[in-house]
């Protein structure tokens, strides 16, 4: 009898090691990504006046997780529902703790997957969006999601 051996991707090796470590109990979770396009510009999007709050506000596209979804899981669903773009090479970041909020908020660095042909297709929770350059963030005007200013630290 032979041995198996299984491939394991280094996003499920840290989904593995978050939930061991100490996620708060009670606190929500959710889930977003950096998509960089292929000039390495980021898309941030903004808030629509037709959600219930926050409107006007830039953020990465993202949302909770369902029952039953990884964070990888729901940071491809959520790209693909609020920009229409598929992601490609998912990277893991540091999980955003905010206890004021009560909230763990997974974030990924993605690309667009090289076969997907077309531009962003909004969703209603947003109203406008702009592909930025990483050296150009300390000059963007407008107000950040504090998710979103944690997660570009780590880059």
Known sequence: MGVRVYSVSPLDVAWSILKQSQIPEGYRQAAGAIIRDAQGRILLMRRSPKETSMHGLYELPGGKLEEGETPEETARIEAMEESGLPLVNLQPLEPHIDHDM??????????????????????????????????????????????????????
């Open 102 to 155: 009560q909230k763990v908020y997974h974030g990924f660095v993605g690309e667009i997957d090289p076969e997907h042909q077309g531009d962003v297709v909004r969703s209603e929770e947003h109203d406008h969006h702009e592909w930025v350059h990483p050296e150009d963030m300390a000059q963007f005007e407008h107000p950040l999601s504090h998710h979103a200013q944690f997660l570009f630290g780590q880059m």
